[in-house]
């Protein structure tokens, strides 16, 4: 029997084989640069939400205790003031006129 040994040549194209792992490499990159974007994409618009969410529950919140401080504020000093000139005007005055004669309120 004899022993027959052949080398069988395959031919390949090293322009296709490059051309097939190039695209490979390149939906490879691709891909990534799809979710890369979305990532980055959402990254922003959600720091951007938080922030403007945050100003404007801010902004409510400043505003209304801002306001309503104001207002106990200034109630406290007007209602203060008013009793306060009421009761200074009324003894003063009371204790001016002539006995038997009362202020007119």
């Given at each position: 029997m004899k022993t027959v040994t052949s080398?069988?040549?395959t031919r390949i194209n090293i322009l296709t084989k490059f051309h097939k792992d190039?695209?490979?490499t390149i939906n490879i990159?691709?891909?990534f640069h799809k979710d890369w974007m979305k990532i980055v994409t959402s990254t922003v618009y959600?720091?951007?939400?938080i922030l403007t969410k945050?100003?404007?529950d801010w902004m409510k919140t400043a505003?209304?205790?801002v306001y309503t401080r104001f207002h106990q504020d200034w109630m406290k000093t007007v209602t203060s003031t008013v009793y306060t000139n009421k009761l200074?005007?009324?003894t003063r005055t009371h204790a001016h006129t002539d006995v038997g004669h009362h202020t007119v309120t």
């Open positions: 080398i069988v040549y190039w695209m490979k990159l691709t891909k959600t720091r951007i939400n945050f100003h404007k505003t209304s205790i200074l005007t009324d």
